[in-house]
């Protein structure tokens, strides 16, 4: 009899320890979940067998790729960075202030175009990028400063339920104010990784963003595929181990839904 009731007084003991929040594994990822740093990392250009495009897919950490719509590649980088476990996202081409409008490439949105048009351009960009949850500006300084042109593309975006990032080429951008009055989830990019196609420049630059992180919870940073597609990967491979003991990173998404991230295992994307 004794024996039987100690037995059942150590079961209870069990039990109660192996639900205790403070020991439980759910509480544990919370907890890191809590006090990892976030990080996430943007490349655009996927779409068109750019430089570095392989480098980029095989990183050993989640990030968010911005696919132009149209392109030769499209359709098959969206498929495999969504089967690695990536955010996909429409990386839209809209008109700068300078450049060249080849540089666009196909279905450019320019400030010229009626309301209709830009909606029917975004609406098949959309439709173009395999599981897409997003958008982002393909250069865009003009466009991303214009209310009438932001108030179609975002009103879209509500409707299609994605959230927008505004990649911040212009000062100006009234992403922000319109996504606000939208209510349309928005992002804001902090950092451009390449804006100069050096490794040295791209390692200052993640200099920078470990500075924000030391006052931040969160940071976006973005790169490329591309000319200097090769560069980014390379540094940001060397880095990401020096990272990760206090930094998380992550895809978007992550940071729009971060109670998600915390129930997601921790395990690296898909080889």
């Known amino acids: 009899m004794f024996r039987t009731v100690q037995a ?38 996927f779409g068109n067998h750019m430089n570095g495009t392989p480098e980029m897919l095989n990183m050993p950490v989640y990030f968010t790729a911005a696919i132009m719509p149209f392109m030769p590649s499209t359709k098959a980088d969206a498929e495999e960075a969504h089967r690695r476990g990536h955010d996909v996202i ?46 982002n500006n393909h250069m865009g300084s003009k466009a991303t400063a214009d209310e009438r042109v932001m108030t179609v593309i975002l009103t879209v975006c509500k409707e299609q339920g994605l959230f927008f990032l505004d990649s911040r080429t212009t000062h100006k951008t ?24 050096s490794e040295a420049h791209v390692a200052k630059q993640v200099a920078v963003v470990k500075k924000l992180l030391e006052n931040h919870d969160s940071v976006i940073t973005i790169g490329h595929v591309g000319p200097p597609g090769k560069h980014t990967a390379a540094v940001l491979k060397r880095s990401i181990p020096t990272m990760t003991p206090t930094t998380r990173f992550v895809k978007l998404t992550d940071i729009l839904a971060p109670t998600e991230l915390m129930n997601r295992p921790m395990k690296l994307p898909n080889p």
């Open 8 to 45: 059942i007084a150590i079961s209870l003991i069990i039990a109660m320890l192996i639900s205790s929040p403070s020991l439980s594994a759910g509480a544990e990822t919370e907890v890191e979940g809590q006090t990892q740093k976030m990080i996430a990392i943007v490349i655009d250009d």
């Open 90 to 135: 429409v990386h839209l081409p809209l008109e700068p202030m300078r450049g060249k409008k080849e540089w666009l490439g196909p279905g450019a949105i320019t400030v010229d175009m009626s309301d209709e048009e830009i909606r029917a351009r975004v609406l098949k960009a959309i439709a173009d990028v395999p599981h897409a949850v997003g958008m």
């Open 174 to 197: 009234v992403v922000p104010k319109i996504a606000q009055e939208l209510g349309v989830k928005y992002l804001s990019n902090q950092v451009f990784l390449d804006d100069v196609y």
